[in-house]
């Protein structure tokens, strides 16, 4: 559907919960759906929607409620505790509306019974000291009951807080200060806002804890619009671009995702990701129904679809012909699964071009750059090191000095000088997107939000992203190649390697034994040792996955030429990652030196010819065998794991698949 006498640069506002009356109040957008909720069963069952019109109502009145109600004062700090859906879309633009700081969290089973289910949630309510929590009426409930039972510090933080019902803000009667289009009759201009101006704290977003505990992230009204509108800017978005997600609402990209459709007038469809996760299939539903355009997915998702995506199901037929931006996030970015997921999906439509490799961290705000470019037609991207890159930095011109534009560079992470391209270091980036700081870590922030190059180079602060990239090629292709903090130190010639090739070797020497992803490589006491989880059949199956310790060394050694002194089988579910997939390395550490894996396998091979291998039975009993290491040849480990080595293929292109 298009939209007459609409230029995608206006109107530009300098928050993003501005646009909202403005296309409340358009004829064409008055009644266009916003956000469409799918329900869990399927993509075509039931749903429900927000026309911007209601969502500016809803904003408006929420506002009323909780600041103009006396229940808050502007600036103070709410944490809002929705499950996915509408109702967390409402909340968080009302928020905005209301001018109040709000921290959106996955709200943790109401038992509180397993402290892993709760501990973010005392950290985030130590850490903002929010004066308020919004929840279902149910959910309250069960919080007062546990309240009541409960003396600990988690019963205190929450016994301190109004407790606000969802129920109570969210309504669709017409209120006196809105007139028949949704439009706030006191809301004139950008001057006259009540809400969150453009360098006031909007949102407290949390770090994923990839490499460490998850530290709260300032983001001012301003930094996180000029994000959305960097983001519209690089997908080409606009009002007739039709948007599909099941990424968690309440964090990182998902949330910026609601932001970003506002800000281009578009359409967004929601589901569960908890709905996805049950059946992957749905995501492709979603597309194919809603001829979706967009859509942004972890780059676990292509694996886990190619798998599970029923793909064979004849009732309902999947086309992706109208995708233009499939992105994908996470990194670094691995070209062999998006290869598969094209070679596969090409045949129901999907357009090679739409790949668009993407690059995003919480301190920016989230989005920082893509590979994608409207209109290339790039069938096929440059390949390093079996990655894909995610930014295209193009030549060095006076264009890159505006201000207003997104800045990255490669650094020497000890020097802090500028490096040549070709030469991997750490990925800064400066931008109007940059958020504040952390919260509560004057010195921190300090160190990571306002670095300099030794180069002097003019300008805003750079962010230490602590990621690790390289640029490559005459358009400057940046490569995301791991992080810093989890660089695996060896000794001798081979200096270093980044753990994600040792766990990829790992799954792909056995990929009907391990589960792919599940996986994470370190360094511990001088030896690199690698946990990797086993699909739930093959747990009985002590001798063998013996044997598989053995192979993973084995097909580690001949792919990286890395020597491992530690394998580590697991149950299902040990290997800790954060809510969008990513290996949270360090804690997989932290749980093994402390026993908190439920092993099923453990080899420790130590001196070069002998092992010493661990079974644990059901009850979690460790049998101790010392046993003289047998060379596996290649072709029995092939016969008997389907082991699928790939050589050297690190300089392979991604090659088109038309």
């Known amino acids: ?11 530009d506002q300098p928050v993003v919960d501005l646009y ?11 009644f266009k759906p916003a956000f469409i909720w799918v329900e869990d069963d399927s993509a075509t069952g039931r749903r429900s929607e927000l026309t911007y019109s209601d969502l500016n109502r809803s904003a408006e009145f929420i506002s009323q409620k909780l600041v103009r109600g006396g229940l808050l004062k502007r600036r103070e700090t709410v944490v809002v505790l929705s499950p996915p859906g509408l109702q967390l879309v409402e909340i968080i633009f009302g928020c905005q509306r209301a001018g109040l700081v709000a921290v959106p969290v996955m709200p943790p089973h109401p038992s ?3 402290e892993r289910s709760h501990h973010h949630l005392v950290r985030v309510m130590s850490q903002t000291k929010p004066k308020a929590a919004i929840a279902s009426p149910d959910y309250i409930g069960k919080v007062k009951q546990y309240v009541s039972l409960n003396e600990n510090r988690l019963s205190h933080l929450m016994r301190s807080l109004v407790w606000v019902s969802v129920e109570e803000l969210i309504a669709r009667a017409l209120v006196d200060d809105v007139d028949d289009d949704g439009h706030s009759r006191h809301l004139t201009s950008s001057d006259s806002y009540g809400g969150c101006k453009p360098d006031e704290v909007y949102l407290i977003q949390y770090t994923s804890g990839a490499t460490g505990i998850p530290k709260p992230v300032l983001v001012t009204a301003g930094s996180v619009a000029h994000n959305a509108r960097a983001a519209r800017k690089s997908y080409d978005l606009h009002p007739s671009s039709m948007i599909a997600s099941w990424l968690p609402q309440y964090h990182d990209c998902g949330l910026v995702f609601l932001l970003l459709t506002v800000v281009s007038g578009a359409t967004c469809v929601l589901a569960s990701p908890n709905s996805f996760l049950r059946r992957p299939r749905l995501w492709l539903e979603m597309i194919t129904e809603f001829r979706a355009t967009c859509t942004p997915v972890p780059s ?14 004849s009732r309902s037929v999947i086309n992706l012909w109208s995708m233009k931006n499939l992105i994908i996030i996470n990194e670094p970015i691995h070209s062999e699964p998006v290869e598969e997921f094209v070679k596969i999906f090409s045949n129901f439509g999907l357009d090679p071009s739409s790949i668009s490799p993407s690059y995003g961290l919480a301190e920016n705000c989230t989005f920082v750059s893509t590979a994608w470019r409207a209109n290339n037609h790039r069938e096929s991207f440059p390949c390093y090191n079996k990655l894909l890159p995610s930014a295209k930095l193009g030549s060095t011109t006076a264009d890159e000095e505006n201000e207003e534009e997104t800045r990255i560079i490669v650094v020497d992470e000890e020097s802090g000088e500028l490096v040549k391209d070709g030469i991997e270091g750490e990925i800064w980036v400066s931008s109007p997107s940059n958020a504040l700081g952390y919260l509560g870590n004057p010195n921190m922030t300090r160190e990571i939000f306002y670095a300099r190059p030794k180069e002097g180079i003019i300008g ?12 490559l090629g005459e358009e400057r292709f940046l490569f995301v190649t791991g992080r810093c903090a989890d660089v695996i130190r060896l000794p001798g010639d081979k200096a270093e390697v980044h753990p994600h090739y040792l766990e990829t070797a790992a799954y792909e020497a056995f990929p009907r034994i391990l589960r792919g992803g599940c996986m994470a490589a370190f360094e511990d006491s001088g030896k690199v040792t690698l946990v990797a989880e086993v699909l739930q ?8 996955l013996g044997r598989v310790c053995e192979g993973i060394r084995e097909a580690i050694q001949r792919r990286e030429n890395v020597n491992v002194g530690k394998v580590v089988l697991v149950t299902s579910g040990d290997v800790p990652k954060t809510t969008s997939g990513k290996i949270m390395r360090w804690a997989a550490k932290d749980k093994v030196i402390r026993g908190g894996m439920r092993i099923i396998s453990e080899m420790d091979f130590g001196m070069v010819g002998n092992s010493t291998m661990v079974n644990k039975d059901e009850s979690g009993t460790s049998s101790n065998s010392n046993n003289r290491k047998t060379s596996i040849a290649s072709e029995d480990l092939t016969a008997a794991y389907s082991f699928s ?14």
Do not use: C, Q
């Open 460 to 471: 805003r602060g750079f962010i230490r992203t602590g990621d690790r990239g390289i640029i």
């Open 300 to 313: 676990f998702t292509l694996p886990l679809v190619v798998k599970r995506g029923d793909v064979s199901n």
């Open 20 to 30: 909202l009356p403005i296309w409340a109040k358009l004829p064409a957008f008055r």
């Open 1 to 11: 559907m298009n939209y007459e006498n609409y230029d995608p640069t206006f109107p």
């Open 645 to 658: 080595g790939h050589g050297n293929t690190s300089r392979r292109t991604l090659i088109s698949l038309l």
């Open 112 to 114: 509180f019974g397993d």
């Open 537 to 544: 059949k093959n747990k009985g199956e002590k001798a063998e």
